[in-house]
């Protein structure tokens, strides 16, 4: 029920690009984040940058591509600027032009990957959506998360490796909030922020991976575990 939201997550055509952008708020990396109490719906999405013409969007989603399959062929260490070129049949010059660097690079391809839970838990329908209830809503942000690990694994794995943006990209940003939100919302006492952080630290994707593929743990015992842990917070709260 929950995967259905990650269909289109990857591979958006340039039209269907322009046609969301005019849908949702934009982010801009000078906006400041909304605070906890904020409604909801400020919250910016991290696919948000200015508008691109028509073969901007094409340049951009070539290299993307070509930077996920060689995430998805190779693993994330294969994923170079001069890789990217290569596989996109253009320049190097052409993507240090549009991402800057490979944590750039990285961003692009996470905020691409995230766009699709980020519309869900926004606008969608519960258990994701707004009408939920928040402990609801918690619950299913994290099973989604999760499924979205099992697809774009290695990918969420790239960006969290980039040393120069794990802890401060617009995507961890956004996703932060949504649960120092729904926390508050569901009445849960103490450090929020504190508690939000920890929360989004048990479903990165390099501990995730490392527990199905190490420790040899199913995606259902994961999943079930992130709802143990988040019933347990909320059992003070009241009404919980």
């Not at 269909?7 to 906890?36: E, M, N």
């Not at 696919?47 to 062929?73: F, G, Q």
């Not at 969290?160 to 802890?167: H, I, M, P, V, W």
Request: charged share 25%; proline share 5%.
């Amino acid at each position: 029920m929950i995967r259905g939201f990650l269909r289109g997550a990857v591979g958006d055509s340039g039209t269907d690009i322009a046609r969301k952008r005019t849908a949702v708020h934009l982010y801009s990396p000078w906006a400041t984040i909304p605070h906890v109490n904020s409604p909801l719906p400020q919250l910016p999405l991290v696919d948000a940058e200015i508008p691109e013409r028509c073969d901007a969007a094409r340049n951009r989603k070539l290299l993307l591509d070509a930077a996920a399959d060689l995430v998805s062929e190779l693993g994330a260490d294969a994923v170079t600027m001069e890789a990217v070129a290569a596989r996109a049949g253009v320049g190097k010059g052409t993507v240090f032009r549009r991402f800057g660097n490979r944590a750039g690079l990285m961003n692009a391809l996470l905020d691409r990957t995230e766009r699709a839970l980020q519309q869900a838990f926004m606008f969608g329908p519960p258990p994701l959506g707004p009408d939920a209830d928040a402990i609801v809503r918690l619950v299913a942000f994290g099973r989604a998360r999760l499924d979205m690990v099992t697809v774009q694994g290695e990918v969420l794995r790239a960006a969290e490796d980039s040393r120069e943006s794990r802890f401060s990209s617009p995507a961890r940003a956004v996703s932060l909030r949504h649960l120092e939100k729904l926390l508050t919302d569901a009445g849960v006492d103490g450090d929020i922020e504190l508690l939000a952080s920890a929360l989004l630290a048990s479903l990165e994707a390099s501990l995730v991976l490392h527990q199905m593929r190490v420790l040899g743990m199913s995606l259902a015992r994961i999943a079930d575990g992130w709802e143990d842990l988040v019933r347990r917070i909320a059992r003070g709260a009241s009404g919980y």
